[in-house]
């Protein structure tokens, strides 16, 4: 009996410690059951409060979107002043007043300071528990960057995220973003190759705003202001496209380029119905006058040539037709200029001349008898190159010519327009180049009419400004050669050159173009914090 009661016993004590452990097995499984789900909630709330705070910056983006700067807030300058700063975060403090205090959005009240703006908590969704709110702060970082700090914080539940990004206020530079920006038409023709866009705001019907040749390259989209109805209603087309305005497709899957096609070269797109008008490309944007001060006038020279323009294919001293203009040159030759003007009438040729800082053209701003066509033979330019402001256009009297090779060298930090000559005829390059001759150019070129020819590498904008839609036959931003270019030098058949463009749109317009100040977000500068 002794043993069955033993047995008995421990039979108890083990049924007794079996229900104590898988008791707290079971305590045990519930808490972190518990804990799996509060960790849960607590994730979700984190990536909705992390979702809040990234849609607190896009709402803020809207806003900056929607602001169109006043009159006030443009800058004739390559840099915004910390009073231009001030101007314009005003201006944008009150279109988000304005905004705001009329939206049901938000739930407390917009406190706005002259240097931050605090917009309280927003909920943009009835359907997720969470809101954001956002502070923006005026920064004066440097003596020529200025900046305002955004901070988004998201809120779920007890849990909140911030993310901070820094919108830089400068000065608008969108033109740079093409390749090839013009008011006027553009024809692409023989080897060249432009790697970025091309833009032009040429709304004259009876013409296509562009010509590309089957020998050219355009690593980029093709935009125009003509819608595509309008296009397709016209006596033109630049690509083929079906009665509904689709672009039709070979059985290898290419777009078809009919013989008619205005557009024969490779592009990756073209864009209908662009904006009308771009900053920096009206003549009411340009006042070069701060260049023209502290100049050295350049000297008289005892040497004069006569040449014509434009000339009898390879000579400079024949014209090319009745109509050219003759101009007694003064010569200059192995010389080097440092901040030297050129007076109006000198219509000079440098010969091997080396130009340090700056080389302003003068000329008179109205229509008179008083112009500058200047050619420049194998230079060396070390700075930029700035003409007055003619209101008119004389393609014939105020020229910037370059033939044989022209360096452009632009040190780091400098100012990267090379070439600032609003309502000037700008030709880079001669047709039917000698073996070695090659212009390179870092920076923009701003020119009435700009024209690129022989062989030439450009690391920059080109920017013929000039409206020319009252001259459907001619005026033409020619890229390349072609034997009927509309007005430009004269021509005949041989070596066509090279010629390729690439933009750089992180690049700044020059001081003396008038354009809006902005904001625009800074990337880099993105911090979770």
């Keep these: 009996m002794k043993k069955t009661n033993n047995k008995k016993a421990f039979v108890s004590i083990m049924a007794l410690f079996f229900l104590i452990t898988f008791s707290a097995l079971a305590v045990t499984f519930i808490s972190a059951t518990s804990m799996n ?57 009150s279109h988000i007043a304005a905004i ?39 920064s004066d970082s440097t003596e020529t960057e200025r900046k305002i700090i955004v901070t988004s914080e998201g809120n779920a539940d007890s849990i909140s995220r911030k993310i901070m990004i820094a919108f830089d206020i400068c000065k608008s530079a969108d033109v740079l973003e093409y390749a090839i920006a013009s008011r006027g038409r553009i024809w692409l023709t023989g080897d060249s190759t432009i790697d970025g866009d091309l833009y032009s705001a040429w709304d004259n019907i009876a013409c296509s705003p562009f010509n590309v040749t089957s020998d050219s390259t355009v690593n980029g989209t093709i935009n125009t202001v003509f819608t595509k109805q309008q296009v397709m209603n016209s006596s033109w087309q630049m690509e083929t496209l079906d009665s509904n305005g689709d672009i039709i497709y070979d059985s290898d899957g290419n777009p078809v380029v009919s013989y008619s096609d205005e557009i024969q070269g490779s592009h990756q797109g073209i864009n209908y119905g662009m904006q009308s008008s771009v900053p920096g490309m009206d003549i009411s944007d340009y006042n070069t006058d701060e260049y023209n001060t502290g100049l050295t006038s350049l000297p008289s020279s005892s040497e004069t040539k006569v040449e014509y323009f434009p000339h009898s294919a390879g000579t400079y001293s024949y014209p090319s037709s009745s109509s050219s203009r003759k101009l007694y040159r003064k010569v200059y030759r192995n010389q080097n200029f440092t901040n030297v003007r050129v007076p109006d009438n000198y219509n000079a040729l440098f010969i091997n001349c080396t130009f340090d800082e700056t080389l302003y053209i003068d000329c008179y701003k109205s229509a008179s008898t008083y112009y500058n066509n200047i050619r420049f033979e194998d230079c060396t330019f070390n700075g930029a190159i700035v003409t007055d402001v003619p209101q008119y256009l004389k393609w014939k009297e105020n020229c910037l010519y370059f033939t044989g090779s022209a360096t452009f060298n632009c040190e780091d930090g400098e100012d990267p327009t090379k070439i600032l000559a609003p309502h000037f005829n700008v030709n880079l390059g001669n047709a039917n180049p000698i073996a070695g001759d090659e212009n390179t150019l870092t920076g923009a070129i701003v020119g009435g009419i700009v024209d690129v020819r022989g062989n030439a590498n450009v690391y920059g904008t080109i920017i013929s400004m000039c409206d020319t839609t009252n001259w459907t036959s001619g005026y033409v931003t020619n890229i390349g050669v072609t034997l009927d270019d509309g007005g430009s030098e004269s021509t005949e058949p041989g070596d066509i050159g090279t010629i390729n463009i690439t933009p750089d749109p992180d690049a700044m317009l020059p001081s003396g173009v008038t354009t809006p100040i902005v904001f625009e977000p800074n990337p880099n500068s993105y911090v979770e914090l």
């Design 37 to 93: 789900k509060e960790m849960s909630e607590n994730h979700q709330a984190m990536s909705i409060a992390q979702v809040s705070a990234e849609n607190g910056l896009q709402f803020f983006r809207r806003l900056i979107n929607g602001w169109t700067p006043p009159s006030t807030c443009y800058t004739d300058k390559n840099y915004v002043t910390y009073d231009d700063s001030v101007t314009a975060f005003s201006s944008l403090s």
């Design 100 to 138: 705001l205090n009329n939206s049901t959005v938000m739930t407390g009240n917009l406190v706005i300071t002259s240097d931050q703006i605090i917009i309280p908590d927003i909920q943009l969704s009835n359907d997720i528990n969470s809101t954001f709110n956002l502070i923006c702060n005026l």
